[in-house]
């Protein structure tokens, strides 16, 4: 499966981003696989942000960003979403999307969002 996220950007604090995440290129179809965010700050692990059923119910979310983002997906337009409202500057940090099924994985390259006034 290819990944393709977009939408990141510099926005300031309190502010909003939504970030998408296209996929093309897969096995199955795409309401098969799980999807997640995933995200990256310098020198930090990679941790993971929110997370969607293939179904696309129950989403789980880190409990830093609980209240404030929200992940959905479109299985028409094959594209899962990351709406980030009241954003602080420890948001920072490079977003990755991942969709899984049973073993497999893939990742995107990631996009960039920078929080700061």
């Known amino acids: 499966v290819q990944l393709v996220e977009s939408g990141g950007g510099l926005v300031q604090p309190g502010g909003s981003l939504r970030l998408s995440c296209a996929a093309s290129r897969f096995a199955f179809s795409f309401s098969s696989y799980a999807m997640s965010w995933y995200r990256q700050a310098p020198g930090k692990e990679r941790e993971l942000v929110a997370r969607i059923s293939s179904a696309g119910g129950s989403p789980n979310y880190a409990d830093s960003v609980k209240g404030r983002f929200t992940i959905s997906r479109d299985n028409a337009k094959n594209t899962v979403y990351l709406q980030m409202n009241s954003l602080k500057p420890e948001d920072t940090a490079v977003y990755y999307c991942?969709?899984?099924?049973?073993?497999?994985?893939?990742w995107g390259q990631g996009t960039q969002v920078t929080v700061s006034s």
């Open positions: 991942k969709c899984s099924l049973l073993r497999y994985e893939s």
